[in-house]
């Protein structure tokens, strides 16, 4: 099945925060950006993922890896990029 961001459909919280971070990764390479500490964090065991939703980690980066993801979003809003 083939969706969109739109009708994307979530069937498994930790896979689905793992596409996003992967699909996040893909994007900001794509830039030239490389954040060494993205990853899940599935969080708590099954039970509790209603409530506690896996988190994508963006982590830490550089000053240069900050200044060049400011760049990325004064660029997105400049071209009428929303979210």
Excluded: K, Y
């Amino acid at each position: 099945m083939t969706t969109t961001e739109q009708d994307h459909v979530v069937t498994d919280p930790v896979e689905d925060a793992e596409t996003a971070c992967d699909a996040l990764e893909d994007a900001l390479r794509t830039l030239g950006i490389t954040l060494p500490s993205l990853w899940v964090d599935a969080g708590p065991s099954a039970p509790f993922l209603s409530c506690h939703p896996p988190l994508v980690e963006l982590g830490r980066c550089n000053v240069e890896t900050a200044r060049a993801l400011t760049v990325a979003l004064l660029a997105g809003t400049a071209s009428g990029g929303t979210r």
